[in-house]
């Protein structure tokens, strides 16, 4: 192939070009072999050197926007490389070609067209990405979820299923794991709560923390597992690994998607079982969605006090309902009454998150269980978020137990907010 380029063609006619170049010269198998600051740096050496051999004359300015950009679409993640480098950008939605979203400090936000040119473009990028972690997205199957090496997940949905073109869906990870320290500083929740909850933590007490979709279920689990002694051992479950706890003796599981040929699939109810033949002193899981809620119910209830996990939910009440139907969900055929007595026997907490219109997250209330009342189970509101001239931090509105005496719920005396 003779590449020849001519001012008039533009930029993005010049950037299209020297990607064809590089990917003609490039062996692509050894270039994923290599650490990626190096297959970086080999990119952009190539692409100057192509550029020299045309004799292309730019600006010291446009030279490294092209050399950059042929290196995102070469190695990185093409358009939205620069929107996950963007350190305010926490998520990045692209609903087809030529309609992007991301989410910067909290707020979506809608980003100027053109960053992809046509469905094919977006159908390459998933592709690009899936393709080396043994995954494939096809007419056949055409939604997959990934994990990209630097613990973003990706979540891709194509047509048919898909009427605006292919979607993708990019929750970054953050660099540095928040610390309760640091949640208090961005007003997610106040000093006095965290002191009560690392108590809790440390007693061993049940937790499960609630809210909706990107409100901060994940980082709030991950910063309350600094409070866990560091002798002890804990296994952590997730179905995309997200979770990075301090701790020395942490054994990390992450469930398996099935393979091209739809097999060898490994769910998060399959790691929580294993889990329990693994000596753990406490189990964390990442989110409960299905029947691994009985499974974990009955590992907090046999000696593997002080476990967490996370589940979408718009309060506490309804993350106890929404834990019993998961729980029957279950292959294990057991009447409603009994599941409902092992969740109020075992859950200690729940803290529930919720993102305010500002784009902040906080911790809007943290209740404790306090066992059944005439089969239903009760909850006691500890620490709740005021609503007055404007949002504020969590307040607490009742003097909390002792973290020692959530187990033993007779010694409390609460005015009872009923569950389900």
């Known amino acids: 192939m003779n590449l020849r380029w001519h001012p008039s063609g533009g930029q993005a006619h010049l950037r299209a070009l020297v990607i064809e170049r590089v990917r003609d010269r490039m062996d692509a198998v050894t270039l994923a072999d290599s650490p990626p600051a190096q297959r970086r740096l080999r990119v952009r050496e190539e692409a100057m050197r192509v550029l020299r051999e045309q004799r292309v004359v730019l600006s010291a300015r446009d030279l490294a926007r092209v050399v950059s950009e042929v290196s995102d679409e070469v190695v990185g993640l093409g358009p939205i490389e620069a929107l996950l480098k963007d350190p305010d950008v926490s998520e990045v939605m692209v609903n087809g070609p030529d309609d992007v979203y991301v989410e910067r400090k909290g707020r979506i936000e809608t980003v100027e067209h053109g960053l992809f040119e046509g ?55 953050g660099v540095a794991a928040l610390g309760p320290d640091d949640l208090v500083r961005l007003g997610s929740v106040s000093e006095e709560t965290v002191s009560f909850l690392g108590e ?66 490994i769910t998060v109810r399959d790691l929580v079982r294993n889990a329990l033949r693994m000596r753990p002193d406490r189990i964390v899981v990442g989110e409960v969605r299905g029947g691994e809620a009985l499974d974990m119910l009955q590992a907090m209830n046999t000696g593997h ?38 969740i109020a026997s075992t859950i200690d907490l729940v803290v529930h998150l919720v993102r305010l219109p500002d784009g902040r997250r906080v911790v809007a209330r943290v209740s404790s269980v306090e066992g059944l009342d005439g089969g239903r189970t009760m909850l006691r509101d500890l620490f709740e978020m005021r609503r007055g001239r404007e949002y504020r931090s969590p307040v607490a509105n009742a003097l909390p137990p002792a973290a020692g005496e959530l187990g033993s719920r007779e010694t409390l005396r609460p005015e009872l907010v009923t569950g389900p």
């Open 305 to 342: 006090e002080g476990s967490m996990s996370t589940a979408h939910a718009n309060s506490p009440a309804d993350l106890l309902r929404r834990l019993e139907t998961m729980a029957l969900m279950s292959d294990v055929d057991l009447p409603v009454e009994h599941v409902r007595e092992q």
């Open 200 to 265: 809790a933590v440390r007693a061993r007490a049940n937790l499960l923390v609630s809210g909706g979709a990107g409100c901060g279920k994940t980082t709030l689990l991950g910063a309350l597992s600094t409070f866990i002694p560091t002798e002890e051992r804990i296994v952590t479950i997730e179905d995309a690994a997200e979770l990075r706890l301090a701790q020395p003796h942490v054994v990390r599981l992450e469930a398996r998607p099935p393979n091209v040929e739809g097999r060898g699939a």
């Open 119 to 173: 469905e094919e473009a977006v159908h390459h990028l998933i592709e690009r990405i899936v393709g080396p972690l043994g995954l494939r997205i096809d007419e056949s199957s055409p939604m997959v979820d990934a994990r990209l090496p630097d613990g973003s997940r990706l979540h891709a949905i194509i047509p048919p299923l898909s009427l605006c073109g292919p979607v993708v869906t990019v929750r970054k990870f």
